[in-house]
């Protein structure tokens, strides 16, 4: 039995089959479904878990070359979730993009985990060193 770290099985087994320059997505609960990836759906009501917190959950044992997120994410949020999400990426080289292009990236990915978060173009793709 799991004592410590990610619980959940699903998110477990997803996160195991990331390989190697591999994407895995973290969306909060406007992004659109993609058929063709697997999506683990964690919302529980509103802000419940968001994104950073499955962010910090996954970090400490998955291995992140490179971040994407939306270019309109630092237009639509204040200074304080640019500061908390640039606080949980330090150290990772993170890539703006148009928010369209970052969906393009999405069907590449290995699966999405899909939070409650409502902050607007919260969503980051990662990408495995």
Do not use: C, W
Request: glycine fraction near 4%; charge should be neutral; avoid cysteine.
């Amino acid at each position: 039995m799991l004592k410590s770290g990610i619980l959940n099985p699903a998110i477990n087994s997803l996160l195991s089959r990331v390989r190697h320059t591999n994407y895995l997505a973290i969306a909060d609960r406007g992004f659109p479904f993609f058929p063709q990836i697997e999506t683990i759906d964690i919302a529980l009501v509103d802000d419940i878990p968001r994104v950073l917190e499955v962010l910090q959950a996954v970090r400490p044992n998955f291995s992140i070359g490179r971040a994407y997120m939306a270019e309109e994410f630092r237009k639509a949020n204040g200074a304080d979730a640019q500061a908390a999400f640039a606080a949980a990426l330090q150290g990772i080289a993170t890539v703006f993009e148009p928010h369209i292009e970052l969906k393009k990236r999405v069907p590449l990915a290995i699966g999405l985990i899909r939070t409650a978060d409502t902050t607007q173009y919260s969503n980051l793709i990662l990408e495995s060193a």
